[in-house]
T-cell receptor, first 112, second 114 residues
Framework: QKEVEQDPGPLSVPEGAIVSLNCTYS??????FMWYRQYSRKGPELLMY????GNKEDGRFTAQVDKSSKYISLFIRDSQPSDSATYLC????????????FGEGTQLTVNP | KAGVTQTPRYLIKTRGQQVTLSCSPI?????VSWYQQTPGQGLQFLFE???????NKGNFPGRFSGRQFSNSRSEMNVSTLELGDSALYLC?????????????FGSGTQLSVL
């Protein structure tokens, strides 16, 4: 079983919809939680970064971490066609440095 | 400021050959990490280099190796290629590879093994 599970989708929504993306994990040592966005033929870029449990908001994006349930979420409000991409969750332990454990990624399409 | 540059963008090799991929980090960044991305496994950590020393290593066979030069540029080498090595190889850089640092990824090298 993988340490991080993420539904690969694909997920297709109409423009303006609220999108919910989720990951579950099994390693209780994970302390840092990230969401990356990857466009086709590009490398991942960091969207959100959260330490331990809690919520973080940045514009249309909200990241939530529930360590008791080992569950993290990314919400995208007022989704736009430009949000069409693959979204990857990533996690790391306290002393992992650049060693991140990624989910498989969810492919999102926002239709105009 | 130039981003992370990976060369070449595409490579086609045959089984048994070896390959070398190159990564130039963002100017001033001293930590370089390598990841393998495949449709079934997602992104998997290969190794990290900082100041020319391997600081962390993932669970890949010894056929996968890397190095870092004094200018922080890094190369990774895969020997005796197997079909399963076909993947997108991504390089990421950060200032020192610390926990709170943002990783900047390159666009990757797409390797196809025939």
């Amino acid at each position: 079983q993988k340490e991080v599970e993420q539904d690969p989708g694909p997920l297709s929504v109409p423009e303006g919809a609220i999108v919910s993306l989720n990951c579950t994990y099994s390693n209780s040592a994970f302390q840092y939680f990230m969401w990356y966005r990857q466009y086709s033929r590009k490398g991942p870029e960091l969207l959100m970064y959260t330490y331990s449990s809690g919520n973080k908001e940045d514009g249309r994006f909200t990241a939530q971490v529930d360590k008791s349930s080992k569950y993290i979420s990314l919400f995208i409000r007022d989704s736009q066609p430009s949000d069409s991409a693959t979204y990857l969750c990533a996690m790391s332990e306290e002393t992992s440095g650049s060693r991140l454990t990624f989910g498989e990624g969810t492919q999102l399409t926002v239709n105009p | 400021k130039a981003g992370v540059t990976q060369t070449p963008r595409y490579l086609i090799k045959t089984r048994g050959q070896q390959v070398t991929l190159s990564c130039s980090p963002i100017s001033g960044h001293r930590s370089v990490s390598w990841y393998q991305q495949t449709p079934g496994q997602g992104l998997q950590f290969l190794f990290e280099y900082f100041s020319e020393t391997q600081r962390n290593k993932g669970n890949f066979p010894g056929r996968f190796s890397g190095r870092q030069f004094s200018n922080s540029r890094s190369e990774m080498n895969v020997s005796t290629l197997e079909l399963g090595d076909s993947a997108l190889y991504l390089c990421a850089s950060s200032l020192k590879g610390g926990q709170h640092e943002k990783l900047f990824f390159g666009s990757g090298t797409q390797l196809s093994v025939l």
